[in-house]
């Protein structure tokens, strides 16, 4: 096998892990029963993304980009409460 054969096979073979490494992340991404831990996921890494900005920008007053972090985590953590309650099985009485 040639140099160049070989480094073509390993473009060919990167290229398909990567459409099946995509083809899985979709599947993630579409699963209903996965979306709401991703949600919450989003939400706590924005929560946390503005608790690391306060503290590096020495505490005191929290800017404008702080809030509308917290405000967004927030956003989404009610979007997910609402959506879940508005899903919920019915008891009948």
Do not use: K
């Amino acid at each position: 096998m040639t140099l160049l054969q070989r480094a073509i096979a390993g473009v060919v073979s990167a290229a398909e892990r990567a459409r099946h490494d995509l083809r899985r992340t979709r599947r993630v991404f579409t699963d209903p029963g996965a979306r709401p831990a991703l949600l919450y996921l989003l939400a706590l890494g924005v929560a946390a993304s503005s608790f690391l900005l306060f503290l590096l920008d020495g505490g005191g007053t929290p800017t404008g980009v702080q809030i509308g972090l917290l405000i967004g985590s927030f956003g989404v953590v009610l979007y997910m409460s609402l959506g879940q309650a508005g899903s919920a099985t019915r008891r009948e009485r």
